[in-house]
């Protein structure tokens, strides 16, 4: 199993607060990525990161920002939750190496609620 | 933009039944189109992948083939079993770049004994 781990696992949170995501590595994967799952929808983008300090947009950022200071770790903040944002956070790593379509690989999931 | 339709879940068959879920994308290029699979309570698996038209992907009795003419990756499987229950994605990606992964809505399947 690639070495990927998500903090916490679950989490409820209130309207309004704070909340940052955790996933941490130990493959040195240059490419991170944070998707959530919502029913009916799969899993969608929210941002990636492509080195340390490089990070761009996906497809449902609003709301959230990502930080990663090393290669290690990839951070999603939401930095006031609100409902909409209830749903269920995948970290994804994946390391090109020059290579093309080699697989990503994906961490156990962090469930929030946010009341 | 890129994007992938799958058949709607549930689905529910029964041990040893003949098992398709269809996919269809659309995409600009060649991309690359891949199935997941999710176990409960847990992240996604890399099932089976096809990198370029007519390839067949297959893995654990599944396959799948890019068929570029329809714009479409069906998952099959002859003899489903109670452990393929699970949700079931497709997902097309660039080549190149960072590759990110574009997910259909997911096929819940469900396998009875």
């Known amino acids: 199993d690639a070495g990927i781990t998500q903090s916490p696992r679950h989490k409820v949170t209130e309207t309004g607060t704070p909340v940052t995501l955790r996933c941490h590595q130990t493959e040195n994967h240059r490419y991170m990525y944070w998707y959530r799952q919502d029913p009916g929808h799969g899993l969608r983008l929210i941002h990636y990161s492509y080195g340390v300090k490089d990070t761009d947009k996906g497809e449902v950022s609003d709301g959230y920002s990502v930080s990663r200071s090393k290669t290690e770790d990839f951070l999603l903040t939401l930095e006031s939750a609100t409902s909409s944002q209830t749903s269920v956070y995948f970290c994804?790593?994946?390391?090109?190496?020059?290579?093309?379509?080699?697989?990503?690989?994906f961490g156990q999931g962090t469930r929030l609620t946010v009341v | 933009g890129n994007s992938v339709t799958q058949m709607e879940g549930p689905v529910t068959l029964s041990e040893e039944a003949f098992l398709t879920i269809n996919c269809t994308y659309t995409?600009?290029?060649?991309?690359?189109l891949f199935w997941y699979v999710q176990y409960p309570g847990e992240g996604l698996q890399l099932l089976l992948k096809?990198?370029?038209?007519?390839d067949k992907g297959s893995n654990k009795g599944f396959e799948a083939t890019y068929r570029k003419e329809t714009t479409s990756f069906h998952l099959e499987k002859g003899s489903v079993q109670v452990s393929d229950s699970a949700v079931y994605f497709c997902a097309l990606s660039e080549t190149r770049g960072a590759q990110k992964l574009v997910f259909g809505q997911g096929t819940r399947l469900t396998i009875n004994p």
């Open positions: 994804a790593i994946h390391d090109r190496g020059g290579k093309e379509n080699t697989e990503a690989f």
């Open positions: 995409a600009t290029g060649y991309p690359s």
């Open positions: 096809a990198t370029k038209a007519d």
